[in-house]
């Protein structure tokens, strides 16, 4: 029979195997991106014609424009220019604080996950149930934006926030 110790020992040792594991798969699910509409795999790609930027964002989840434009307000136009030129505007007003559609730059997200660049990148890419369409070229029409395109859309977007509280995307 294993003593009092052992059987510590024992157990503390699978524990660490088991929080060991649980982090492995984290952190190589970390970019994993999933439909905001059922949960399903959101299958965008790396393809040859990414920028740096969104190889970076496919394989991190971080969006590299988010701290970028939140330090450089004149970069951050050229998010602004993308939702105006895939007509973001229509449903969500031209400064993005809603219209048809909610306001993207207060704290009142339509989805949780929203409160971060992977979440928003997401309902973006593959649209909802609640009436955004699916945006991304590569899972829809090939006029659509691309990753990069997307990456600084959410941005400016992130540039823009006038919600209260913590900013967890500029962490």
Known sequence: MLGNKAVKVALLISMLGF???TL???ASAACNLVSTKDGSPLGIKEVDTDTPQAKEFLETCINPYTKAFANDPAAAKAGKKKFGLYSCTQCH???AGGQVGPSITDERWQYAKHVTDKGMFETIAGGSNGGMMTWHQQLSNPDNPSTDEILKII???RSEYKGGGDKPWLK
């Open 19 to 21: 929080v060991g594991l």
């Open 24 to 26: 492995s798969t984290q």
């Open 93 to 95: 007003g031209p400064n």
């Open 155 to 157: 941005g400016w977007l």
